[in-house]
């Protein structure tokens, strides 16, 4: 991997020095690498590192701050749970425990078999359909008994 | 100057200070947990918080620049009610466990909650409650204390340039934590533990020895390197149970290593000599003061009788304090009658001050600690000063940071080619190739310094010499690129202020008095004085043991440490060693082992029974720095008062009192009774000895291969220091051993690979001049056919593989490698 610090950051790098510049792209390297491996491998972080000769306290450190990166890997389908205010009453509890249940996961984990990652979220910003959850990009709204057996059949589905 | 007030007092302070940095100046305290006058402004806890006039808001001192005219409140109503609530705050998730927490009375937490907080918070949640993570030795990080100031992580990356612990997670659940939350593995330099408000990270040799407040804490000098750091040391019940840095306390100003932190335990070595010895036939036997004495006094005295004075030498310590050493000086120079003495600085800064007075035509070198700073650029020839000389290694890391341009030539990554612009990666041993072939391109450029050279002796040899190192040629010998010698030649040139700096010591191999001629010509060269390089003494009392008389003088003919030790003629008969272990130390032990076999009589006074001692006829037990006054000088010529901080081990004595009984066993009188009186004639001593000045001149010298490697020993074994050890007194400090603890072979992967050797195996290492025994790793930091070694461990014996070179310089050996197994 080789980075073009310049290129990512544009005009600004004219008034950086070059430390900053090594830092600032920090946070691209992360979603390139997250966009190619689906998580930040220890390994990739540490070339990372080296390459950029930031401590590899300090890319951790910034690599932890965001909740958008993940150190182990991820579920090929990721499914979000809203938990947020509307959904809560409406029974999202119900919908992440069904969901644990069934693919042994806990919240924020992955099946071994890196069939799905489950996770709970804050409000998603429909709450009109409450209780919702997300597979991938495709929304599921009004959850209930036969929609949340029909989401559990689509996740398992590859 | 800018003009200020703060709460009615009229101060003045520097362009450019903070508010908090001006008034701290001028001993007005305002309450602060996130600053560190060694960091850049933090703003993290905002417990600073200042009125000023003129201003609506609040404004935090760390952050805000002091303005000319400023009128500061720092204590009124408003605020304390302001950092009430900033404790109050705090105070909801930091366990008061203050209790059993070893930060307590020293705590700026609890100070501070003790002076605002409130008995009753407003605010309820759950404390802070994870596990301490005490898998790292020496340092312990319990996170539910932490208040995330971010002190500790910014004194680690931006001050010491490591970078081993972050801020990881956001909000409520950060902690400082090394990366994937992995053991801690560091420089343990322990400077996190000072910084520190809370008890968030604490030392674990300390640990649940004492309550702060009953330690009695007192300032000594550091006894490991040249660099003379102040300690402060806290004691309690006649033991010395920590050491800490305060700043605006001496030359390191609240900076400590490692070393000074946690090894000054080897003073309560289970292994420290308690009785005198006599040897009786093949064993040691426990034997009185008076009888040691005698015995000594005897034999030597049958000896100066039979083959006269100057059949016995000595040889001094820079270990030992300069009383120390000006005692030994006396004792063999008026008691005995010889002038046969000298101490390991004949293999180090011995060579450095040679060197430098036929360069530079003056007498005394003595560092200046804060050369560093304000340099162009700083040029750091095959030495990690970081390692050997720590706190001096910050000052270049300081000026890094404030625009010095760094340039390090070494064979291996080290923190100062981590932290320069240009690493030239040489390889070992070649430094001498580089700088004459950085020379031949500022000569060939006529970019060198026309007016001045003209005045320095030997030029034209010197310009002739030059010639043969072509940037291609010099390229060849040191593996550096062409283009990479022209650009460093033309940069150095250019430069309108610049410093070279080098590391030259008894533990490492790769460089000698060549390395300083050419380090010293390349000054020279470019029109600088002898301050332009920068060569510190490697311990603690080097420098100043080396001006107390450990060495023979010009006009007598006293010899030094090659000629009784190395050479086969057999002048010497009995030989006086005090707080040195030359069997260990000394390059090509086989030598030196030979050699004190064939004497009659050996006398050693040291603190530990080392190889050397165990060869001796009579050991004395001498007390260690901490049980012992004297003064220390440093590698900057300050003369720094040792204190004796606790009693003696066993029957231990000072050195120079030991001296000052057995002279007296032998019927003279040293004319000294008390420390006081060496220190007075020490002092006129030194008055004598400064000598006229002479001329300026260029010392022309080769690249020669230090050694050849041939098919039977085709590895190149190179010596260099290592950050957690000093010499081999640091290997009998339990905490350091905790670190370190072994002398490991660094070898090459490929090399690795080919010989079949893995990782954490055993292999032999031999040499035309022995083999030893040590524990292989494997590192892509070496280069191909070197393998690295540390001096340090006496077990290891790494010397018996050496060499000395007529020049008395240590210079890489060529050694075979093999599986420790395989019968050769």
Redesign the interface.
Known sequence: MSLKVDEIIGVVSSVLDETQKKRGTLIHAFQEIQKEQNYLPEEELVKLSKELDIPMSDVYSTATFYKQFYFTPRGRKIVKVCTGTACHVRGASKVMDALKNEFNVGDGETTEDLAMTLESVGCIGCCGLAPVATINEGIIGEIDSPKLSKMIEDIKED | MINLEINGKKITANEGDTILRASLNNDIYIPNLCDDKRLRPYGGCRLCIVEVEGQARLMAACSSPAVDGMVIQTETPKLKKYRQTIIELLLVHHPLECPECDKAGECNLQDLAYEYGKPESRFIRSRKTTKSDIRGPLIELTSRRCILCGKC?RI??DHQG?????????GFPTVV????GETLECDYCGQCLDVCPTGAILSKPYKFTARSWFLDEQDSICPFCGVGCTLTLGIREGKILRARGEQGKGVNDGNLCGRGRFGIDYIYSKKRLTTPLIKKGEEFVTASWEEALAHVAKSLTNIIKKYGPAAVGAIGSPRCTNEDNFALNKFIREVVGSDNIESSAAFGYEKVQKVMTAAFGTNNHPVNLESPLGKEIIFAVESDLSVTHPIFGLKILEATREGSRLITADSRETKLT?HSADWLKLMDGTSVALLNGIMHVITEDDLFNKETVTGIANFDTFLASLKEYTPEKTAELTGVPAAKIIETAKALAAAKSRLITLSLSLSENTKGSAAIKAAANLVNLLGEGAESLQIPAEYSNTYGSYNSGLRPDSNKPGKGLKEMLYDSESFLKAIYIMGEDPVINFPNSTAVTEKLKSLDFIVVQDIFLTATAKMADVVFPASSWGEKSGTFTNASSIDQEVLKLVDPTGQSVSDWMILKNLSLTMGSDLGIKKLADIQHELKSYHEKQKAPEGVKAFLTVHHGPAEEIDSRFPFKLVIRDILQHSGSMSTRSKSLDLVISEALLKLNTEDAERLAIRDSSHVKLSSKNGEIYLKAVISEDVPMGTVFVPSHFPYARINTLTQLTPEGDAVIAGVNIEHAGKSS
């Open positions: 992580v680690c990356s490591r970078g081993a612990i972050g801020l990881i997670g956001r934590q090394p990366a994937f981590r």
